[in-house]
Each structure stands twice: as C-alpha cells, then as structure tokens.
C-alpha cells in the first residue's frame, strides 16, 4: 500500500472515532427538580408514591427520566435558595409539595413548567389564573384541608358533645391563617361553638402556646394546616398530651404520631398524582391546559390509644365513620 493511501486511512479512522463515540454516549435524561419542603428522613414513602405516579405515565427514574431532590428539612426560608438553584439547572418540571415551596418556584422561574401539592387557595396566591385553566407554567393538586375545617370541628363535637370552646392553633406567617380563622369562627358559629385562637411562630413558643390555651379551658384542640405544624407532629401531639388536650389534625401522620384523631387528604394519594402530572408534562401536555386536582376522598383516623390516655370514649358512631383506628 502507497504511504498516502495509508495515512489516509488512518487520518479516516481517527475523524470517525470521535463521530463513533459521540454517537455512544448515552442522551441526556429529562430531569425533574422536586423541591421537598419537610424532612429528608420522612420523605422516602411520599417518594415513593411520586415514583409510582410517574411510573403509571411511563417514566421510570434512571430509565428514561431523572430525579434532583432538594429537601426544605421544615424551614420555608432554605426553599429560594433551592428553588433557584433548579431553575439554573434547567430542568424540566420542578414539584413542589407545599404552598411555601411552590410560592419559591414560581418566584424562581417563569418558563419551566411547576407541579404544585397546596393547601391554599392557587388562585389567591397567583398560582394560576382558574381551576379549569391555569393558564401559566404552574398546575398541581389543591389538598382543600383549610377548606374542611368545619369538618373536622363537627367531628370534635361528636367525640365531645359537652365542649364548648375550642383551642384553634395557627401559624401566624401560614399564608392561609386568616382564611383559616374565618372558615372556623363561622363553622364553630353554626354549631354552637366557641374558638380561641392561638397563634404561634415557631416551635419555640409552642410550650408557651399550649399553656396558654389550657389556662384558657379549652376542652379540645383543632390544629391548622400548615406544612410546619406536620413536620412537627410528634412534638404537637405530645404537647396536646401533656395538657390533656384532646387533638384534632389534618394528615393521618400526625394521628399516628399520636394525635387524637385526623381528617384531611391523603398526602401519599396527592404526591402519586404529582408524579402523574409531571409525566404528562414530559410527554409534552402543558401545565396551563391540566386543571388543577382536588381530593375527593378524605380519610378519617382515630388514635384510641390516645383516646384512652386522655379518659376518653370515643362513642360508636364515630368509630364506624373511620377509615382507620389505632388500637
């Protein structure tokens, strides 16, 4: 062979390896940055459930999709930071699971579309512009546990017919606090109740709150819905022990935690819809077009371990309303 044809077919060779391994190099997976406001130690079922709602649109992680986590740890004020963060990596979807962390990555991104879990009101907050058509880059699953406090204040009055004024405890910086006062002061109204307010900043002051709040007579307590107050739940409920109040949540967690009784949406069942969602947006619907969600089933626990604790009969008629009782 000439020594021109044969460094021609080595200079060949060497354009076409680089061309050869280009082609091998795997692409890119779509990445979604899920902003999860409570505690990473907490987190694995509602991943889980995420990880299943994206399973069912065809997504499975490391397969055809990937996964950035940020975790919030319980303080709303590391959420900017994280959300930005995501938004500078360009992913595709950023989930987020509660009304402080979506407010974050709207506030971080226009474009890149945001799968919200709230209890509040999207509307109000300026989340989206309807329900039926949200019409940003922003849609998710409403939880409506601000708006079922009546709900829940009628079933403390089945467990405790004889009350007549209930601790109502709320988070002053929760967005949803006045809405929340209004919903309870009116539902109690209807029902013949009293509510005493208590609002609280954060878990230092929740020793001095709870006294405030027995000193007050109290003869229950109906706790507001706030992301804080969940990712302290065991501190809640041992407090509502401690000062022989009955307790009444919104998440089974904190039932199990030892809280009296719950009822609200399931968070597992909402996270799982959060996955569902993100997979549609990644096979190309647009979060403007997906109507925001709503529960339509709401589940009811009762601690009768707690119940006992606390001298209390929690009468048959309630028992058998329960989704699940803690024996």
């Known amino acids: 062979?000439?020594?021109?044809?044969?460094?021609?077919?080595?200079?060949?060779?060497?354009?076409?390896?680089?061309?050869?391994?280009?082609?091998?190099?795997?692409?890119?997976?779509?990445?979604?940055?899920?902003?999860?406001?409570?505690?990473?130690?907490?987190?694995?079922?509602?991943?889980?459930?995420?990880?299943?709602?994206?399973?069912?649109t065809g997504y499975v992680e490391g397969n055809n999709v990937a996964i950035e986590l940020r975790w919030g740890e319980g303080h709303s004020e590391n959420l900017p930071a994280m959300a930005a963060d995501l938004a500078g990596r360009n992913v595709a979807v950023i989930c987020a699971n509660n009304i402080n962390a979506a407010l974050a990555a709207e506030a971080a991104t226009t474009t890149i579309a945001i799968v919200f879990m709230m209890a509040g009101d999207p509307v109000e907050d300026g989340l989206v512009n309807s329900f039926s058509h949200p019409g940003g880059n922003a849609t998710g699953i409403q939880l409506l546990n601000a708006e079922i406090v009546s709900r829940r204040l009628q079933l403390l009055h089945e467990l405790m017919p004889s009350a007549t004024q209930?601790?109502?405890?709320?988070?002053?910086?929760?967005?949803?606090?006045?809405?929340?006062?209004?919903?309870?002061?009116?539902?109690?109204?209807?029902?013949?109740?009293?509510?005493?307010?208590?609002?609280?900043?954060?878990?230092?002051?929740?020793?001095?709150?709870?006294?405030?709040?027995?000193?007050?007579?109290?003869?229950?307590?109906?706790?507001?819905?706030?992301?804080?107050?969940?990712?302290?739940?065991?501190?809640?409920?041992?407090?509502?022990?401690?000062?022989?109040?009955?307790?009444m949540f919104d998440f089974r967690e904190s039932a199990l935690a030892g809280g009296l009784m719950s009822y609200g949406a399931s968070l597992t069942d909402a996270h799982r819809n959060m996955g569902v969602y993100a997979g549609r947006i990644l096979k190309g619907e647009q979060p403007s077009e997906l109507p925001v969600m709503q529960p339509t089933k709401f589940e009811l626990v009762i601690n009768l371990k707690t119940a006992k604790a606390l001298g209390l009969t929690v009468p048959a008629t309630l028992l058998t309303q329960a989704d699940d009782v803690i024996e």
């Not at 809405?179 to 020793?207: C, H, M, N, P, Y």
């Not at 007579?217 to 107050?229: C, E, I, N, P, R």
């Open 166 to 247: 209930i601790g109502f405890l709320v988070r002053s910086t929760s967005p949803t606090a006045d809405f929340q006062v209004k919903s309870a002061r009116a539902a109690a109204e209807a029902i013949g109740l009293r509510i005493q307010v208590a609002r609280t900043f954060d878990e230092g002051d929740f020793d001095q709150t709870f006294q405030a709040v027995a000193a007050a007579k109290a003869d229950a307590l109906l706790v507001g819905t706030d992301a804080f107050f969940n990712n302290r739940r065991e501190q809640l409920a041992a407090l509502a022990m401690r000062y022989h109040l009955p307790s």
């Open 1 to 56: 062979m000439k020594r021109r044809e044969f460094l021609g077919l080595i200079g060949g060779a060497a354009a076409a390896r680089p061309l050869a391994a280009a082609a091998q190099q795997p692409a890119k997976l779509p990445t979604i940055g899920f902003l999860y406001s409570g505690l990473q130690q907490e987190s694995a079922a509602y991943l889980a459930a995420f990880r299943a709602g994206l399973k069912e």
